[in-house]
């Protein structure tokens, strides 16, 4: 009840000051529809969001978007599953951003998405002396947003060139306007 109360402060917050919404949601997509509907219209004045970490069915993704303005995030916890992977290949590449959600959510090796996955990094145990030419093993580090890429390239079939472009797009279309200034200047 508490999370339901606050959630909708935060989008009359986002609303007021004009933000865009960096939300989640797990395992209670009725509730957060039902909130997101009775807030449509500061939905509209915030300008819209990214519905982060998703891991939720084809069908939720397509209610989530259904409202416009909101964008699917993927990270690795958005391909852990071939019934995942499925849901994200069907995503629109105009409603996706990419994600990492440092520390957590990188691509594991059993993770479906994995596969797909070229580009590499050395690693080191946590009880080893980090150095800056390697990752802790099990963290997830922004430069490995280039593994999200992959693995939905993988997935779509598609060049990742050419959706590192569209989503690079959708990332400045969500937390930028078109002047290119910050939402809140």
Known sequence: ETQRLYFEKQLSL?????LPLFLHMRNAHSDFMAILGRNRDKLKECGGGVV???TGTLEEAHSILAFG???IGVNGCSLKT???AEVVRQLPNDRILLETDCPWCGIRSSHAGHKHV???????KKKEKWTA???IDGRCEPCQISQVLEAIAGIKQEPKEKLAEIYY????NVFFSRTGKTRTE
């Open 133 to 135: 030419e390697s990752l």
């Open 82 to 84: 071939e019934e995942n």
């Open 52 to 54: 982060h970490s998703f």
């Open 118 to 124: 070229s580009t590499k990094f050395p690693t080191v």
């Open 14 to 18: 986002a609303a007021e000051f004009r």
């Open 169 to 172: 797009q959708n990332t400045l």
């Open 69 to 71: 303005g909101l964008y």
